[in-house]
């Protein structure tokens, strides 16, 4: 058995990307900066060099357009790969991405599929300028017909990303980029729609993704001084979402928190939050509880941290989980 | 002192290379007038060449029985048999004559009003129509046809075609996209993205703008201050050329030039058809609210099937024998695409989570369980 490596998350990507292309010569990575610069981030570092600037090349600045490209080349038989560079910079794409991408092999009755990974650097707690930090994981999560992936580790990163672009299907790719420069095993990871406990614990379940899931782990281990034993899921892919997981993690703890840095209102967490009542209910303690961004713009840079979920906020929000009940108090099924 | 351009700094491309290649003719490009009389396109900056009579026949065969599947689509939705058409009649001309032009490794991207092109493309009449019946979204199979779904999202094709184009090229195969737009199509984002792409890509994509005057009820005059849309090609360094759109010999003469040039490696083309759609936007549309009655007849003055019909007749290429013919295949092909449109569509709300994605996610199936059960408790009611 070989050695496992350590990486960063940015550079387990660049991996990945590079695997795929030497695997199938008909993946293609294209983009804005991806190519001579080896992108703002660095991930597609050293891909043109190696592959030729006909595999791993820069496009014209827009967004829509990358999107479309990529549809017609689906449509020759390639494998697209495409960055857009900045979550917020992807909107431009939205109609591309949902009546086109989301839709093709829907409305033509499953002739047409499109086999690309849209690859959207995310979120915040970089200190970026405004347009910079968006999380935008819900729009496409609420559009039907795309998978969104949001690895948390280096070693996801690799896994996800090289089953992204084996995918028949087209799969939004959602790197957070506080975590592009955290280091990680390469160890082998389970694919789409298996969530992961990342922290095993018995009284509370965190449910994280993406960005948030370092904050999570944090939280739990600072509740940990307070008393509380507080298991951390990971869910990896939002679609397909692991519900059986959560469900599973929240019939032994009874309590629950969704820890997710978007805008709560109307999103990703508030999904989770509704799925757990219907499917546990009689499980819950307490009312599943939610950590999110705030219901605001994502603010300046210098005012970031009072609107990220961090592990203040989530210590809080395990206290209001109603400790004065068992969840035994609660299940029909026990009395 | 300031900068001038004469620093070089400043130095346009224009002056090294020149534009003149890329400029469309002072007028549309035109073979025959109104009447059907052929005619010298003595303003026209490229050669184009009057098609052979044989192959004017074959596109005016293919008018002939277009506008009579479009009249009978048309009177489909009268019949509640389709929930919405939008007619291309008077358009027969861009409709036919680019397809025709076509080989089968081409690709062909269509919008909502192409029925008409995709009849011509030799596509099943009622898979065509099935968007518009409403019992599915694409009736036909877009790979076996090289044809793309026809896209409503205005312009959002374009870029489609450039990478199927690209797509093409690489694979070292000398097909040519042809991309459908309209008039108001060019006033979008995704027009000046998909024409972009193409152009720094070098892709063969002939992209067909269909000036029909009109995009529902605002003018062209509302969309654009371009002297011609097709100036719009100039700016991204594509060639570009206008066109007599009801002129089908002129049509097929600069879709000739056109392909040429794309399958020469260089690059696309982007055409501008001046016609005229003499049917309102749909059936569901009341264009006297917008447009004269005098407009429309100057319009019908210049009708792309008589005029071709006229010259073919003083060639002796047809005569009445023949029209009454090709008359005749129509109507029948019209009583059949009526017999067909009659039966109901077969559906199957079950099928609506076959094509999510290749391997359904657990809410999918979630989904179609509950749909299976409703759907046996209603028969068990």
């Given at each position: 058995m070989s050695e496992i490596e350590t990486v960063t998350f940015a550079a387990a990507i660049n991996r990945a990307l590079g695997d795929s292309m030497a695997a199938d010569d008909d993946v293609l990575v294209f983009g804005e900066d991806v190519g001579t610069l080896g992108g703002v981030f660095r991930v597609t570092d050293g891909l043109a060099q190696r592959f030729g600037e006909d595999r791993c090349f820069d496009t014209?600045?827009?967004?829509?357009?990358i999107v479309g490209f990529a549809i017609g080349l689906c449509l020759t038989g390639f494998r697209p790969v495409v960055e857009m560079q900045f979550d917020a910079f992807a909107y431009p794409a939205f109609e591309q991405i949902a009546s086109h991408v989301a839709k093709m092999r829907n409305r033509t009755s499953g002739a047409v599929h499109l086999p690309m990974v849209i690859r959207v650097p995310y979120a915040g707690g970089i200190g970026g300028v405004e347009h910079h930090c968006d999380s935008s994981e819900g729009y496409y999560a609420h559009t039907a017909g795309l998978k969104v992936v949001t690895p948390a580790t280096p070693a996801d990163a690799y896994s996800l990303l090289r089953e992204a672009i084996e995918d028949p299907d087209?799969?939004?790719f959602m790197e957070p980029k506080v975590s592009y420069w955290t280091k990680g095993e390469l160890t082998p990871a389970p694919g789409f729609g298996q969530a992961v406990v990342r922290r095993p614990g018995t009284e509370v379940t965190l449910v994280a993704y993406g960005p948030s899931v370092p904050v999570a782990l944090k939280a739990a281990e600072a509740a940990a001084e307070d008393g509380y034993d507080v298991e951390v899921i990971d869910l990896r892919t939002l679609v397909p979402l692991d519900d059986a997981t959560v469900m599973e993690s929240v019939a032994r703890t009874g309590r629950c928190v969704v820890v997710s840095e978007a805008s709560g209102f109307a999103g990703v967490a508030g999904e989770l939050a509704a799925r757990i009542s219907e499917q546990s209910f009689h499980s819950l303690a307490a009312p599943v509880l939610r950590v999110s961004g705030l219901p605001i713009p994502y603010p300046a840079p210098m005012l970031e941290h009072t609107y990220l979920p961090g592990v203040d906020r989530i210590l809080d929000a395990i206290d209001r989980l109603q400790w004065q009940d068992t969840p035994g108090d609660f299940s029909v099924a026990a009395r | 002192m300031g900068l001038s351009s004469d620093?070089?700094?400043?130095?346009?491309t224009a002056r090294q290379v020149g534009v003149e290649h890329l400029l469309p003719s002072p007028e549309p490009v035109r073979l025959l007038d109104e009447h059907g009389t052929q005619v010298l396109p003595s303003s026209a900056r490229r050669d184009y060449v009057m098609p052979t009579p044989e192959r004017l026949r074959a596109v005016w065969r293919a008018m002939v029985i277009g506008r009579r599947l479009d009249a009978q689509s048309t009177a489909l939705t009268k019949q509640g048999r389709l929930a919405v058409y939008p007619s291309a009649r008077g358009q027969e001309a861009c409709q036919v004559a680019p397809v025709l032009s076509l080989g089968p490794g081409d690709w062909l991207f269509p919008t909502y009003r192409e029925s008409m092109a995709l009849f011509t493309r030799g596509i099943d009449e009622v898979e065509v129509l099935s968007l518009l019946r409403g019992d599915r979204h694409c009736g036909y199979d877009p790979m076996r046809h090289r044809t793309a779904a026809q896209c409503t999202p205005l312009a959002t094709q374009l870029p489609h075609a450039a990478g199927a184009a690209y797509g093409?090229?690489?694979?070292?195969?000398?097909?040519?996209?042809l991309a459908f737009v309209g008039d108001g199509g060019t006033s979008e984002g995704d027009f000046h993205e998909g024409l972009n792409f193409a152009a720094v890509f070098g892709a063969p994509v002939v992209f067909f703008v269909q000036n029909n005057n009109y995009a529902i009820s605002v003018p062209l005059s509302k969309q654009t201050k371009a002297p011609s849309l097709a100036y719009k090609g100039i700016g991204y360094g594509?060639?570009?050329?206008?066109?007599?759109?009801n002129d089908a010999a002129a049509v097929l003469s600069v879709m000739d030039v056109a392909l040429a040039h794309c399958r020469s490696g260089n690059g696309p083309f982007l055409i501008e058809a001046h016609t005229y759609r003499m049917e309102a936007h749909t059936n569901a549309d009341d264009a006297t609210r917008?447009?004269?009655?005098e407009e429309v007849?100057?319009?019908?003055?210049?009708?792309?099937?008589?005029?071709?019909?006229?010259?073919?007749?003083?060639?002796?290429?047809?005569?009445?024998?023949?029209?009454?013919?090709v008359q005749a295949e129509a109507e029948e092909q019209a009583a059949s695409l009526r017999?067909?449109?009659?039966?109901?569509?077969?559906?199957?709300?079950?099928?609506?989570?076959?094509?999510?994605?290749?391997?359904p996610t657990p809410q999918v199936r979630a989904a179609e369980a509950m749909v299976r059960a409703e759907s046996e408790a209603g028969e068990q009611a």
């Amino acid at each position: 058995m070989s050695e496992i490596e350590t990486v960063t998350f940015a550079a387990a990507i660049n991996r990945a990307l590079g695997d795929s292309m030497a695997a199938d010569d008909d993946v293609l990575v294209f983009g804005e900066d991806v190519g001579t610069l080896g992108g703002v981030f660095r991930v597609t570092d050293g891909l043109a060099q190696r592959f030729g600037e006909d595999r791993c090349f820069d496009t014209p600045l827009a967004e829509s357009g990358i999107v479309g490209f990529a549809i017609g080349l689906c449509l020759t038989g390639f494998r697209p790969v495409v960055e857009m560079q900045f979550d917020a910079f992807a909107y431009p794409a939205f109609e591309q991405i949902a009546s086109h991408v989301a839709k093709m092999r829907n409305r033509t009755s499953g002739a047409v599929h499109l086999p690309m990974v849209i690859r959207v650097p995310y979120a915040g707690g970089i200190g970026g300028v405004e347009h910079h930090c968006d999380s935008s994981e819900g729009y496409y999560a609420h559009t039907a017909g795309l998978k969104v992936v949001t690895p948390a580790t280096p070693a996801d990163a690799y896994s996800l990303l090289r089953e992204a672009i084996e995918d028949p299907d087209p799969v939004v790719f959602m790197e957070p980029k506080v975590s592009y420069w955290t280091k990680g095993e390469l160890t082998p990871a389970p694919g789409f729609g298996q969530a992961v406990v990342r922290r095993p614990g018995t009284e509370v379940t965190l449910v994280a993704y993406g960005p948030s899931v370092p904050v999570a782990l944090k939280a739990a281990e600072a509740a940990a001084e307070d008393g509380y034993d507080v298991e951390v899921i990971d869910l990896r892919t939002l679609v397909p979402l692991d519900d059986a997981t959560v469900m599973e993690s929240v019939a032994r703890t009874g309590r629950c928190v969704v820890v997710s840095e978007a805008s709560g209102f109307a999103g990703v967490a508030g999904e989770l939050a509704a799925r757990i009542s219907e499917q546990s209910f009689h499980s819950l303690a307490a009312p599943v509880l939610r950590v999110s961004g705030l219901p605001i713009p994502y603010p300046a840079p210098m005012l970031e941290h009072t609107y990220l979920p961090g592990v203040d906020r989530i210590l809080d929000a395990i206290d209001r989980l109603q400790w004065q009940d068992t969840p035994g108090d609660f299940s029909v099924a026990a009395r | 002192m300031g900068l001038s351009s004469d620093d070089g700094v400043m130095q346009s491309t224009a002056r090294q290379v020149g534009v003149e290649h890329l400029l469309p003719s002072p007028e549309p490009v035109r073979l025959l007038d109104e009447h059907g009389t052929q005619v010298l396109p003595s303003s026209a900056r490229r050669d184009y060449v009057m098609p052979t009579p044989e192959r004017l026949r074959a596109v005016w065969r293919a008018m002939v029985i277009g506008r009579r599947l479009d009249a009978q689509s048309t009177a489909l939705t009268k019949q509640g048999r389709l929930a919405v058409y939008p007619s291309a009649r008077g358009q027969e001309a861009c409709q036919v004559a680019p397809v025709l032009s076509l080989g089968p490794g081409d690709w062909l991207f269509p919008t909502y009003r192409e029925s008409m092109a995709l009849f011509t493309r030799g596509i099943d009449e009622v898979e065509v129509l099935s968007l518009l019946r409403g019992d599915r979204h694409c009736g036909y199979d877009p790979m076996r046809h090289r044809t793309a779904a026809q896209c409503t999202p205005l312009a959002t094709q374009l870029p489609h075609a450039a990478g199927a184009a690209y797509g093409m090229k690489r694979r070292g195969e000398d097909g040519v996209a042809l991309a459908f737009v309209g008039d108001g199509g060019t006033s979008e984002g995704d027009f000046h993205e998909g024409l972009n792409f193409a152009a720094v890509f070098g892709a063969p994509v002939v992209f067909f703008v269909q000036n029909n005057n009109y995009a529902i009820s605002v003018p062209l005059s509302k969309q654009t201050k371009a002297p011609s849309l097709a100036y719009k090609g100039i700016g991204y360094g594509i060639s570009s050329e206008q066109v007599d759109g009801n002129d089908a010999a002129a049509v097929l003469s600069v879709m000739d030039v056109a392909l040429a040039h794309c399958r020469s490696g260089n690059g696309p083309f982007l055409i501008e058809a001046h016609t005229y759609r003499m049917e309102a936007h749909t059936n569901a549309d009341d264009a006297t609210r917008y447009r004269t009655g005098e407009e429309v007849s100057t319009w019908i003055s210049r009708d792309p099937v008589t005029r071709l019909e006229a010259w073919l007749r003083e060639r002796g290429v047809i005569d009445d024998e023949t029209v009454a013919a090709v008359q005749a295949e129509a109507e029948e092909q019209a009583a059949s695409l009526r017999d067909r449109m009659h039966d109901d569509a077969t559906l199957r709300p079950m099928s609506l989570f076959d094509n999510v994605f290749a391997t359904p996610t657990p809410q999918v199936r979630a989904a179609e369980a509950m749909v299976r059960a409703e759907s046996e408790a209603g028969e068990q009611a």
